[in-house]
T-cell receptor, first 114, second 112 residues
Framework: DTEVTQTPKHLVMGMTNKKSLKCEQHMGHRAMYWYKQKAKKPPELMFVYSYEKLSINESVPSRFSPECPNSSLLNLHLHALQPEDSALYLC?????????????FGSGTRLTVV | QKEVEQNSGPLSVPEGAIASLNCTYSDRGSQSFFWYRQYSGKSPELIMSIYSNGDKEDGRFTAQLNKASQYVSLLIRDSQPSDSATYLCAVPTNFGNEKLTFGTGTRLTIIP
């Protein structure tokens, strides 16, 4: 298995809703990442987990709450989002942090906040 | 100065020609460099990595690195219409190399 699987692929949510994005990999990777990508912009790092512990939070608003229940699973809990949070949310993984071998990205969740 | 800079394009290249994509970075301590390809509406796909000065070839792709000039490039030989995509340069930029920072990307169009 050489994939990072993200669900759902598309999500439309209201500003008062609570939803979660899910990311799963079975490659034995110990570092996992959430990126946000707006149209025609590069991916921007949100969170980094290493061995299930939060390593980096890029000053992301608290309406985004990450969770890493185990080494294969990464969630992003969403609450009270704003329309400007609409974007492609990308999960990625790598063998280790700092191993400098690049990431494997999932196919992303396209989020629309209405 | 941005940490990773690319010419945003668009860059149009005739089919069969060589496409040349360029990237500069600001962190002299960076040790690894990556090129990702992203088709419209899709996620980035790693196509090349390079760690040492010089050239690295993989099929029609050649990555070139010059650490003294803080410059990395990607050459695509015999360009095909399927190469039309946005190409993102990515460099680990913080102290522990934990953070992969992307350039703004170059949009490449191969003209049949």
């Amino acid at each position: 298995d050489t994939e990072v699987t993200q669900t759902p692929k598309h999500l439309v949510m209201g500003m008062t809703n609570k939803k979660s994005l899910k990311c799963e990999q079975h490659m034995g990777h110990r570092a996992m990442y959430w990126y946000k990508q707006k149209a025609k912009k590069p991916p921007e790092l949100m969170f980094v987990y290493s061995y299930e512990k939060l390593s980096i939070n890029e000053s992301v608003p608290s309406r985004f709450s990450p969770e890493c229940p185990n080494s294969s699973l990464l969630n992003l809990h969403l609450h009270a989002l704003q329309p400007e949070d609409s974007a492609l949310y990308l999960c990625a993984s790598s063998l280790e942090l700092q191993q400098g071998r690049g990431y494997t990205f999932g196919s992303g969740t396209r989020l629309t906040v209405v | 100065q941005k940490e990773v800079e690319q010419n945003s394009g668009p860059l149009s290249v005739p089919e069969g020609a060589i496409a040349s994509l360029n990237c500069t970075y600001s962190d002299r301590g960076s040790q690894s460099f990556f090129w990702y390809r992203q088709y419209s509406g899709k996620s980035p796909e790693l196509i090349m990595s390079i760690y040492s000065n010089g050239d690295k070839e993989d099929g029609r792709f050649t990555a070139q690195l010059n650490k003294a000039s803080q410059y990395v490039s990607l050459l695509i030989r015999d360009s095909q219409p399927s190469d039309s995509a946005t190409y993102l340069c990515a460099v680990p930029t913080n102290f522990g190399n934990e953070k992969l920072t992307f350039g703004t990307g170059t949009r490449l169009t191969i003209i049949p």
